[in-house]
């Protein structure tokens, strides 16, 4: 199972961090993806590390989130640097053992989705 937190009301320029804790499974040994999905429109991918600890982000939040992982842990995380009010939207952690690309259609394993609203 994957549980996440850390969502909420910030103001623009503020920072936030995201965590998606593991359970029942050894977070190592995935591939790790954050995902978010804003109203009315499709969930698009944010960022990922995936085989051979490739690291990607969207050119959306690229220099503003940073993607880790604490595998003591068994979390992993990410740091919204920078919001802005188009990060508004609910966001998914994932993991699966073999995702090749940062594509929501590679990871198999979802958490519920926590909301971040970026509002002044």
């Known amino acids: 199972q994957l549980q996440a937190s850390g969502g909420g009301l910030v103001q623009p320029g503020d920072s936030l961090r995201l965590s998606c804790a593991g359970s029942?499974?050894?977070?190592?040994?995935?591939?790790i993806g954050w995902f978010r999905q804003a109203p009315g429109k499709e969930r698009e991918e944010i960022s990922c590390?995936?085989?051979?600890?490739?690291?990607h982000y969207a050119d959306s939040v690229k220099g503003r989130f940073t993607i880790s992982r604490d595998n003591a842990k068994n979390t992993f995380y990410l740091l919204m640097n920078n919001v802005k009010p188009e990060d508004t939207a609910i966001y998914y952690c994932?993991?699966?053992?073999?995702?090749?690309?940062?594509?929501?259609?590679?990871?198999?394993?979802w958490g519920q989705g926590t909301l971040v609203t970026v509002s002044s």
């Open positions: 994932a993991v699966d053992s073999g995702a090749s690309i940062c594509n929501q259609f590679a990871f198999g394993s």
């Open positions: 590390i995936t085989s051979d600890d490739a690291i």
């Open positions: 029942g499974f050894t977070l190592e040994y995935y591939d």
